[in-house]
């Protein structure tokens, strides 16, 4: 039911725009590289960035390192990825754009990599596809765009909530026709 | 008055299970007040409490207590995932086992027994008949993960939270009997993300409040309250994994029958600091009570109608009553003529 009162789940991200620190010691730039998102404001902002000690990095959302500027050309797997992150200068800065999953697990990677929260800082996401947690059958789906979304493991209709976990980066999907089989809601896009 | 726990009732398929009259008697009834109104109503869990009540122990053994441990195992060995610690949290398990082992020998004597030398514990359970003994400390001397083991012989569910970057975090738990929350899915949340779908508490201020209470309690500071919602069978997994099962029972509440089948369910959440770990601990023991046995008490009948009657909109939807709150409400009205 959406309603006036508190119709925001408080569980759901709010990004802010992202601010160049410049007293950090070493900028890291990151985007996900794809077809449904463009990195043009990153790449704005890296460009707008003084900083001589910086870096971008584009990476596909399976982990692979596409292709790196001020870095030479690699294809890195994410377990190299994260022996990468875990060498950056204690006083770095990360500013990551992409889909929201895919933010989350670059933040989830750089905090396990001994980075603090603050020192990354993640941008609106550049689309509304989300990664959906099946709560009965713990599939994770990526790029859902609807809801009710079928979930793919227990072929239940699923209902999209806003309730997300940074931890696995995705939403919750809830069976939506449980008390009553024939009532499936209109499918509606996600925002 | 302590009583023996009796053979095991189920919480499922035939739910033979039902609530004694010294069990009806000491339910812990959570409306102070004839309309509803939303508090954080905490008070202190400071020991003994009053006589033959829920609080009496820190930890409330009561006549449900092999019931509520076979269900846990059915729940543990369908859904792993309803036990959680992460690595970090191996420490506050070992503070829960601490607590636990202390106040149920000393509260319980004729069913629990621990024995120490030094580092060396003897864990004696006679309601389910353990006989352990371990290392204080050591997960690799018990039989199940530390958090499991105690989880296993305590009635309630567990949440051990995280205390750092100026919240709490829930990174261990056993869940076996949740009110429509994932163990599986919220793990690692925040506090308040935890309750992100909770209406009210956001824009009123409460989880900020509570979060500021709860960080600050003290070792041997523990507090409680009571959390409520309304169950349709005496079903203690109300797990949203297995929310395909439960959630057509909603539709099954006809005015003949809502004095079996709707039953009051009260959730005693304590909270306690962890010695060493820092962390707190949750425990939520849930009871049941069916509305016939719950109007025997005029008192609760009446206050029971007034507040369901003046439940706001957004409450009755988040709390999954709405296919049948009206039934209800019409069923309670004729214990509140005056």
Redo the contacts between chains.
Sequence with gaps: ?E?A??AR????PLYSPIVIRDNAAFHLFIAEESTEGQASGLLWIFNECQSQVKSWLGLSADDVLIFSKNMRPASVKSEELSLALSSLPLASQVYVSGSESFMWDMHNLLIDAGLL?EQVSLMTPTSSIRRV?C??C?TVMEKVEHTPVTCQGCQ?PLLV?D??????GAY?G??VN???VNDIPEKEALT | MSVSPKPIQTFRDDFTYTNSDYAIERFPFPFPEDAYRYSVNIESHKMPGVKDSVSEHFHDVDEHYLSEMAERDLVIKHRPSCCITLPHMDLACWDLIDLSMHHLSKDYPEHFSLEKTDDQWVWENRLLGLKDSFTFGDSSTLPLPPLEYIGRQLQGDIALMDQRDNSLFMDAGVVTCPADWSLAFDAGMSFSEWHGPVPFVHSEGIIDRALKFLMAIPQGGATRRLNWTLTINPRMDTSPEVYPDWGKDKTTVTPENVGDKVYLRVEMQVFDRMPRSNALMICIRTYLISMNDLVTNPVWAKRMHRTMQTLPPELVEYKGLTRFHPILVEWLSKYDVE
């Design positions: 039911m309603s009162y508190d789940i408080k569980s759901r929260t947690f709560t009965h713990y239940r909530r309730h997300f976990s940074r931890v696995h919750v809830l069976n449980a008390e009553d």
